[in-house]
């Protein structure tokens, strides 16, 4: 009943969103009937932010190796092109790379994007907690990250958002707004990195499925609103 209610609210924010575990079938189905990949033989990599919520989001931890870890805060790929390059030398003899990408949001069963309840809380956290923070401080048009050792990822991830702090704060719902802004910058990041690899890779394949992670409360499924996915033919790029 409560996974139902969280369903009609969700959709209403995100109408082509799937339910976390329906969309590992779907995708997985997709890579293994459609494009004819050994799934026996796939190293998947995430770029999902390090917040300890998003582990269990769907079940492509359960079926694939890895995962190797690229995201850090916001879920931006802040291990590179090392990382990538670290990633491409990982991938088993014969298989293939997957990239599982993007930043996440929490909501409420009364609808409110950008909070949840986390486990064995009584109150409603941020999530993610670190857009949220760069949210609040983007709204200050007088501010501007400087980047230091001591809070370097926070800092580059609100950098990084500074071209789209119009569009955020513009938008109807900012909380929606500076997570599609982030997906949209981690999306040209994973595209990137791979490009400058891709002679890294001993393999003909890359698959890449990027969009919002959408975190419900504690026990239920969380949901993805997919955004891209591709299969990338390496010698074709």
Do not use: W
Not at 6 to 15: M, N
Not at 149 to 157: C, G, P, T
Not at 193 to 214: Q, R, S
């Amino acid at each position: 009943m409560l996974q139902r209610k969280f369903d009609k609210i969700v959709k209403g924010y995100f109408p082509k969103a799937m339910d976390a575990k329906d969309t590992s079938i779907h995708y997985l189905g997709k890579m293994q009937i459609e494009h004819k990949l050994d799934i026996s033989r796939i190293l998947m990599a995430t770029s999902v932010c390090s917040d300890d919520i998003n582990v269990p989001s769907t079940t492509f931890f359960n079926v694939l190796f890895g995962p190797f870890i690229m995201g850090g805060l916001g879920g931006l790929p802040f291990a590179g092109q090392t990382g990538m390059t670290a990633f491409a030398h990982h991938i088993p003899d014969d298989g293939s790379a997957f990239i599982f990408y993007g930043p996440h949001i929490g909501i409420t069963l009364e609808g409110d994007l950008g909070k949840m309840y986390r486990p064995r809380q009584e109150q409603t956290g941020n999530s993610c907690g670190a857009l949220m923070l760069a949210l609040s401080r983007l709204g200050d048009s007088s501010y501007t990250p400087v980047i230091n050792d001591d809070d370097y990822q926070q800092m580059k991830l609100e950098e990084s958002l500074l071209p789209y702090r119009e569009q955020i704060l513009d938008g109807e719902n900012k909380e929606k707004a500076i997570t599609e802004a982030t997906y949209e910058i981690i999306d040209e990041k994973i595209h990137s990195y791979i490009k400058a690899c891709k002679n890294e890779f001993h393999v003909d394949k890359i698959t890449l499925l990027g969009g919002i992670i959408i975190n419900t409360d504690y026990g239920l499924d969380d949901y993805f609103d997919a955004k891209n996915f591709e299969v990338i033919d390496l010698k074709n790029l």
